[in-house]
């Protein structure tokens, strides 16, 4: 017959209260270093706890302990019981500390003997050169997540490198949050930057609460992220910030105002800051009406999708059109812009998302001028003349010295139903507009800025 454990012997325990009392104190010595793990090692925690507080939730944790080590056959099932737990709540890594081998030792000789006092025994977690060790092993793999809020920070790759300068791991995920349809070609920038990007509807706070939901879990998907930056202006993501320090990582918080970035340590409250060089000017009002105009003119359709102009015109001006109607306080979108100006026409699309942009008089002269125009034959020469011809009436109409290439290409549509551009590629010349217009007897060109300006000689 084999021997009965001690402990469960009815000559040396012959107490069920003292019994229980002493599962307590072990379950209360499990729970208390459980929570010094998390608040010293939060990546120790698998990934699904890791926002729950086992310290606001001690109570159920002794509970659970000390009904596992009352339903064990002997001390050793219970102590396989209790490391089984400890295996749900824990990452594996947890397995090579010393920790772990306290725990067998604890849960082995508490209830195996009844010789050493209970008050003797201690279950004491401290960061020892073994833990030190295991957690430097893994910091070798460790890494760093941006969370980019790319509606409000634009960020370029100057700045993305001074970022890295001032993070302790490599930066190697990145996500950037925003309306694509709004943004021109953002996203391909940024794609080709290797960030991950996702896309949010218009709307206020649509790109707030979205990082807000993968911030939150990212350590489920990557829990080798040691450190997080949130990049925005929004005071919206504070949650977000507090979720990531709880979870054990480094956050700190990115800002842009104007040609300034400013990085904060959000535990530390620590800053530094970048000033941008001085990149492409923001347009002027009219320099930005004035594309908008000149895009609009040169179209081969009679009206254009606003998300299409908006591309472009990031593109050529370096801005997105949504940041120049904010910076110049036009509108609240470029929609609103387009619609509240005397020079554009709005219409909707077929889709109750597409909105389409013209300008005034174009769209106007839509069905009176087009049927006209249309049997009308240039050739080069009449061609000129008649450019030559548009450039002194609007020279001498502004009483000034030089006109614009783009009311030019606005003026021709007016009068003559089509684009420009349209008769060029009639004409199979294979030049654009300012190289053709300086073929022109008696017309000079020259750049200014952002747009090509006539004189006459």
Not at 34 to 53: G, N, T
Not at 108 to 122: F, G, N, Y
């Amino acid at each position: 017959m084999s021997k009965r454990h001690p402990l469960f012997d009815i000559d040396t325990v012959n107490d069920p209260a003292a019994n229980h009392d002493r599962y307590e104190a072990i379950a209360a010595k499990l729970s208390d270093a459980l929570i010094q793990i998390q608040a010293a090692h939060p990546d120790w925690v698998q990934a699904r706890y890791r926002l729950r507080s086992l310290a606001a939730n001690r109570a159920k944790l002794v509970q659970k302990f000390v009904e596992l080590l009352q339903g064990a056959a002997n001390a050793n099932v219970a102590s396989d019981q209790v490391l089984e737990l400890l295996a749900k709540l824990l990452e594996p890594v947890v397995n090579e500390t010393q920790f772990y081998q306290q725990v067998r030792h604890l849960v082995a000789t508490e209830l195996s003997s009844s010789i050493v006092p209970l008050r003797e025994q201690s279950l004491i977690w401290q960061p020892e050169l073994e833990l030190a060790t295991q957690s430097a092993a893994k910091n070798e793999n460790a890494i760093a997540i941006l969370l980019l809020d790319a509606e409000n920070i634009d960020l370029n790759q100057e700045a993305e490198a001074w970022l890295e300068t001032h993070c302790n791991y490599p930066m190697t995920l990145k996500f950037a949050f925003g309306n694509w349809k709004t943004l021109g070609d953002r996203d391909a920038q940024l794609h080709r930057r290797g960030y991950q990007l996702l896309h949010v509807p218009k709307g206020k706070n649509h790109a707030d609460d979205k990082m807000t939901i993968i911030g939150s879990s990212i350590l489920v998907h990557f829990p080798n992220i040691k450190a997080a930056i949130v990049g925005s202006n929004d005071n919206d993501l504070e949650n977000l910030r507090h979720t990531l320090r709880f979870q054990g990582l480094d956050v700190s918080l990115l800002q842009r105002h104007q040609q300034t970035l400013k990085l904060i340590n959000c535990k530390t409250k620590e800053s530094t800051t970048l000033t941008l060089l001085a990149a492409t000017p923001m347009p002027s009002v009219e320099q930005g009406i004035q594309y908008c105009q000149t895009y609009l003119a040169n179209a081969e359709a009679p009206k254009i999708l606003i998300s299409q102009l908006s591309s472009d015109f990031s593109r050529d001006l370096g801005f997105p059109i949504s940041t120049f109607v904010k910076h110049h306080q036009l509108g609240k979108t470029p929609k609103a812009f387009f619609q509240k100006s005397t020079r554009f026409k709005v219409t909707a699309g077929h889709n109750a998302s597409q909105w389409y942009v013209s300008n005034c008089a174009q769209f106007s002269s839509e069905n009176t001028d087009t049927d006209n125009s249309q049997s009308q034959k240039f050739t080069i020469s009449t061609l000129r003349r008649v450019c030559v011809g548009i450039a002194k009436a609007l020279i001498q109409k502004q009483s000034g010295s030089a006109v614009s290439i783009g009311l030019l290409a606005i003026t021709f549509r007016q009068q003559h139903g089509q684009p420009i551009k349209t008769v060029l590629k009639q004409l199979k010349l294979g030049q654009s507009l300012p190289e053709f217009l300086q073929t022109c007897n008696g017309l000079e060109l020259r750049q200014e800025k952002l747009e090509w300006m006539i004189t006459l000689l």
